[in-house]
């Protein structure tokens, strides 16, 4: 795959050094002649100019790239880059590096932006992750359909432990998707249960955004189960709440 980082700097180097050693054709273009590093990148491609301007664009085959990758530490060069990548060349996925987080809200596909990268908001996903249980930390949001991925880390003493996942009801346009138990995947199928420190994976969709704070109350709260239902392994059908040990 054909593809042009704009901006050499340490982050557009890094990006362009994995891409070319997963086997990608890699043009990097900078506007800095401080930044000519070419042999930080030797099996790059190498071009001096300014990415914003669409002579230099046209120079470095931009028509010829499936992807463009918009990584300098300006917001407003990104957009840019990425507008004129996807309006006067028509590149197939535009990728741009969201340096502000308060100007995320603009890299969108009305700035020619199908995925915006913040390395800040990935890192607060991650510091959540690594120490949130019992709360929803949002993990990614998916561009080009709206979809937002969030984490629920189970406590061990979550009422619904023990329960089948297909006795829950989730909100509407949510589904859970996977389930990471002992650092592995596991399908979150009918028969499956929940177990202390799950770490629930949940997709929802744009129109079920405002409910998705619905969800730890759910896992907080004990399922009412009808007769007849299903019981976790740890109570009895005709033992109360109050009389189990």
């Known amino acids: 795959m054909r593809i042009l980082v704009a ?3 340490s982050v557009g180097c890094s990006i362009a050094r994995e891409l070319i050693s997963h086997g990608h054709e890699i043009t990097l273009v900078d506007n800095a002649p401080d930044a000519m590093r070419v042999a930080s990148v030797p099996d790059a491609d190498w071009l001096l100019a300014d990415a914003c301007d669409i002579d230099s664009l046209s120079q470095a085959d ?4 499936e992807v463009v990758v918009a990584a300098t530490g300006d917001d407003k060069v990104n957009l840019v880059i990425s507008l004129l990548a996807k309006t006067e060349f028509g590149v197939p996925r535009t ?3 969201v340096n502000n987080p308060k ?8 700035w020619g932006v199908d995925v915006a ?3 800040p908001r990935i890192m607060t996903s991650l510091v959540e992750e690594a120490v949130s249980v ?6 990614f949001r998916f561009h080009q359909s709206g979809a937002h991925m969030h984490e629920y880390t189970l406590p061990a003493d979550a009422p619904v432990i023990g329960y089948l996942i297909s006795q829950m009801q989730w909100p509407p346009h949510t589904v859970l998707a996977a389930i990471l138990r002992d650092y592995r995947p ?14 629930l994976i949940f997709l929802t969709a744009r129109e079920g955004e405002d409910q998705i704070g619905l969800i730890p109350q759910i896992l907080s709260t004990q399922p009412a189960l009808p007769t007849g239902a299903i019981y976790p392994l740890n109570q009895k059908p005709d033992q109360p709440d109050s009389e189990q040990k």
Not at 62 to 65: F, G, L, Q
Not at 103 to 110: A, C, G, I, R
Not at 134 to 139: K, L, R
């Open 103 to 110: 100007n995320e809200w603009m890299f969108d596909d009305s």
């Open 186 to 199: 596991v399908n979150p199928d009918e028969d499956e249960r929940f177990e202390p420190g799950d770490e």
């Open 134 to 139: 019992g709360s929803m930390v949002s993990i």
């Open 7 to 9: 901006g050499a700097g």
């Open 62 to 65: 931009v028509d010829a790239c």
């Open 117 to 119: 990268v913040s390395t």
């Open 95 to 97: 990728v741009a590096r």
